[in-house]
């Protein structure tokens, strides 16, 4: 079996920022311990807390000596129900009047809930159904009005405040960002994000949009679009190829489709970005009960086992980093699970990729050379991040990618694509000295010994023009 160097991962680990995890300290601990990409859930996030958190990111980062990527994830537009005096406790059979506009009287033997989308009584159809909190509480849609939906309860539960609603099958008219939204991503453009994930993508045009907004303030952040309702996965392929990058948002999902069809969902999405060469993580509930447990539970292990199976970029965790009792434990159990699975991956060249331009296919090959070669790897230089972010796309296993870049922007986004491990280096007007430059840095930090062969991908210049090469180099 071919020796891949030490800690060096496939699959990459995002971690999100919570009160268990954002002191120095933990910070210190989940970059050492190789976290890949920090998340920011701007569900209930301050402009205060963005900023402080970047920067102790950033600084903890460097203290480390590790770089990691930021990900900013906007709200977005959601449907939820107004504020409650007190909890209400619902029982099968009670009736509830969801109230979109204006004052609705109380009638006898309902309770009115006032929810934030005024478009519900079109929409809804009767017979219909409405989940509430996470799709713990079903109602059925019985009467509607211009301004109220009268709904029978399905599955009983406790009402609180502003409780998030899903409509199964209903395309709701929402706006692709809200002003919170906008407001929070200038903060976070300043504090420098790198990535911002875009919630409930239904279309193409959510993801222009935003594109339109990072563009009009200067930002170089890429769009990671999360499909989380049945328009996303509707339209996945026009949105993978509109974005940067895919999230498989299980939580929302699997409540917006039939729970067995969220495997073959999950699927279908991997399957597209390989096919378009883009980042794809697996995020919600990948390890939920280690909240409150030390260990795992059997199937969790199956779940992280078969996201890497299916080679997926990155494994997400969040409510087990951010107000879980064992933030490090989980990470452990991903690297151990990532570290298990990963010697067991099919070797094949990704065939699902179109490879057009002549470029491409010389990747194609320089990733061939390198699994013949055997325990050797890939040397590109990038400035935008393509070449490796499409030698990562090929998937070829026990083939380290090391991408050099002298951009810092893509330095750090560079940590996601499956397979690359990014360098920030300094390129040298002549293209030779990059290179040792390059090799010289391998070894300086362990990466390759001497005599390791490598395939570098590089241009060179030859009367006056740019001639793309392939090379074999081996560490002096």
Excluded at 45 to 59: G, K, P
Aim: charged share 25%; proline share 5%.
């Amino acid at each position: 079996m071919t020796q891949l160097p030490h800690n060096y991962r496939y699959t990459k680990i995002i971690v999100t920022l919570g009160p268990a995890t954002e002191s120095v300290e933990k910070l210190s601990q989940m970059i050492s311990a190789g976290v890949d990409i920090i998340r920011l859930n701007m569900a209930h996030a301050s402009e205060q807390w963005v900023r402080e958190s970047i920067a102790r990111i950033r600084q903890v980062s460097v203290e480390v000596g590790r770089p990691v990527a930021i990900m900013m994830d906007i709200k977005g537009p959601e449907i939820r129900t107004g504020d409650l005096a007190t909890p209400v406790e619902l029982r099968m059979g009670d009736r509830i009047r969801l109230v979109v506009s204006g004052t609705v009287p109380q009638r006898d033997g309902e309770l009115n809930i006032s929810v934030n989308y005024p478009q519900l009584p079109r929409d809804i159809v009767l017979g219909g159904t409405v989940l509430v909190d996470s799709g713990m509480i079903r109602l059925k849609a019985l009467e509607k009005d211009q301004l109220s939906v009268l709904c029978e309860v399905l599955t009983p539960g406790k009402l609180s405040s502003r409780r998030h609603i899903n409509l199964p099958g209903v395309e709701v008219d929402l706006p692709a960002l809200t002003e919170k939204d906008v407001k929070d991503l200038r903060v976070g453009i300043d504090a420098g994000i790198d990535f911002v994930a875009l919630s409930f993508v239904r279309r193409a045009a959510d993801v222009h949009e935003l594109k339109g907004l990072l563009t009009g303030l200067g930002s170089k952040a890429r769009i990671i679009a999360k499909i989380e309702e049945q328009s996303g996965v509707k339209n996945m392929r026009e949105i993978i190829r509109a974005s940067d990058g895919i999230m498989v948002a299980r939580g929302d999902l699997g409540i917006e489709i039939d729970y067995h069809r969220l495997p073959i969902v999950q699927k279908e999405l991997v399957d597209g970005c390989l096919a378009e060469a883009k980042p794809v993580i697996i995020a919600t509930q990948l390890l939920e009960s280690m909240i409150t447990s030390p260990m795992p539970t059997r199937a969790e292990i199956s779940d992280v086992s078969n996201a890497i199976r299916e080679q997926a970029d990155a494994v997400m965790l969040s409510g087990e980093t951010t107000t879980g009792a064992y933030p490090l434990e989980s990470i452990e159990v991903l690297k151990n699970i990532i570290n298990s699975i990963q010697p067991t991956l099919d070797g094949a060249i990704n065939s699902r990729i179109v490879l057009e331009e002549p470029k491409t296919k010389m990747l194609r090959s320089a990733a061939v050379l390198a699994q013949e070669l055997g325990s050797s790897g890939i040397v590109v230089f990038t400035r935008s991040g393509f070449l490796a972010q499409m030698l990562g796309a090929l998937r070829a296993r026990n083939v380290p990618i090391y991408a050099f870049t002298d951009v810092e922007t893509t330095f750090r986004q560079l940590v996601l694509p499956w397979g690359v491990e990014p360098f920030l280096l300094e390129f040298s007007d002549d293209p030779e000295q990059t290179i040792l430059d390059a090799l010289a840095c391998l070894k300086q930090k362990k990466w390759c010994q001497s005599g390791t062969w490598l395939v570098v991908v590089t241009h060179v210049v030859a009367n006056h023009k740019v001639i793309e090469t392939m090379q074999l180099r081996q560490i002096s």
